[in-house]
């Protein structure tokens, strides 16, 4: 299978301060993971695309200095939400592509971390 | 504005119905169509994916794709409560660079 993880699952946090959360493919290499974020009775909102030995790509609107993407490995990818706001109280959900599918196109989604900003 | 449409709802059916899921998308340059089912508080989980025109069948789920029409639906026959979920179109544009074009998401309710 194709098992996309993300650590942690819910986080509270008070406003100021930082966020980190990590996204992992468990049993296949990912140089290419996206981040989303979904707001109550919406849809997924692309963040940023995240690549591994570069600089993520980031959506219009999605402030780079705010939302700090590092993928490290072929494995991890890290999102931090710097200075945190009630404002960014939301979900968010990592994907990656699998190479070794049918389709390069078919991403699989990590399980999302519920983050809550006081 | 590559968008992706899909059939407003809140769509409620009764148990053991057909429940028809519909998306339109706007840009004839389209890879790949998928349709993903998310329930409340988890995220997208992926139920069918559809390249070529015509229908796919994966036990009770049927993507039917006509790129003609830039049109792809979902049927799930014999509908469950348990398939009570939001289902979310996504489209891949050639050049995209493997990026998803999510619909808004049709919420369905299957009554028993």
């Known amino acids: 299978g194709a098992v996309v993880s993300q650590h942690p699952s819910r986080v509270i946090c008070k406003s100021g301060t930082s966020v980190k959360i990590e996204c992992r493919s468990l049993?296949?290499?990912?140089?290419?993971m996206f981040w989303y974020r979904q707001f109550p009775k919406q849809s997924l909102m692309l963040m940023a695309t995240?690549?591994?030995?570069?600089?993520?790509?980031?959506e219009q609107g999605v402030e780079k200095d705010k939302f700090l993407i590092n993928h490290a490995s072929l494995t991890l990818s890290t999102l931090t939400v710097t200075s945190a706001h009630p404002e960014d109280s939301s979900f968010y959900i990592c994907?990656?592509?699998?190479?070794?599918?049918?389709?390069?196109?078919?991403?699989?989604f990590g399980p999302g971390t519920r983050l809550t900003v006081l | 504005q590559k968008e992706v449409e899909q059939n407003s709802g809140p769509l409620s059916v009764p148990e053991g119905a057909i429940a028809s899921l519909n998306c339109t998308y706007s840009?004839?340059?389209?890879?790949?169509f998928f349709w993903y089912r998310q329930y409340s508080g988890k995220s997208p989980e992926l139920i069918m994916s559809?390249?070529?025109?015509g229908d796919k069948e994966d036990g009770r789920f049927t993507a039917q794709l006509n790129k003609a029409s830039q049109y792809v639906s979902l049927l799930i026959r014999d509908s469950q409560p348990s398939d009570s979920a939001t289902y979310l179109c996504?489209?891949?544009?050639?050049?995209?660079?493997?990026?998803?074009?999510f619909g808004s998401g049709t919420q369905l309710t299957v009554l028993p």
């Open positions: 994907s990656a592509p699998n190479r070794g599918t049918r389709d390069y196109n078919e991403q699989f």
């Open positions: 049993d296949f290499q990912a140089t290419t």
């Open positions: 995240s690549n591994e030995g570069s600089k993520a790509t980031y």
């Open positions: 840009d004839r340059v389209s890879q790949s």
């Open positions: 559809i390249y070529s025109n």
């Open positions: 996504a489209v891949v544009y050639s050049g995209s660079a493997r990026q998803l074009t």
